[in-house]
């Protein structure tokens, strides 16, 4: 069993900066890949930024060049550094791990203000 726990979203106005955290613990080393998704309103969710265990990176294109994922071993723990929010950022942010099966964070959320 892995556990998820996120922090870190909150209201920011636009161009601001935000970093999500994700904490994992339990069978960690069953994880093979570790991500951030979104949901707002009306929309589907979707992938905003993942990491594999090897620490490959991908990222939705609508962040490229402002959203940054990372991983610290040590603490078994996600991160998602967001800059320059814009208001359609605006959702839900998810924490996945992939493992022998999936497990998903409580969601928190990001509020950016024009």
């Known amino acids: 069993q892995v556990q998820l726990v996120e922090s870190g979203g909150g209201l920011v106005q636009a161009g601001g900066c935000l970093r999500l955290?994700?904490?994992?613990?339990?069978?960690?080393?069953?994880?093979?890949?570790m991500g951030w998704y979104r949901q707002a309103p009306g929309k589907q969710r979707e992938l905003v930024a993942g990491?594999?265990?090897?620490?490959?990176?991908n990222y939705a294109d609508s962040v490229k060049g402002r959203f940054t994922i990372s991983r610290d071993n040590v603490k078994n723990t996600v991160y998602l550094q967001m800059n320059s929010l814009k208001p359609e950022d605006t959702a839900v942010y998810y924490c996945?791990?992939?493992?022998?099966?999936?497990?998903w964070g409580q969601g928190t959320q990001v509020t950016v203000s024009s």
């Open positions: 996945r791990a992939i493992g022998k099966v999936d497990y």
């Open positions: 990491i594999t265990s090897r620490g490959s990176t």
């Open positions: 955290s994700c904490a994992a613990s339990g069978s960690i080393f069953s994880i093979n890949f």
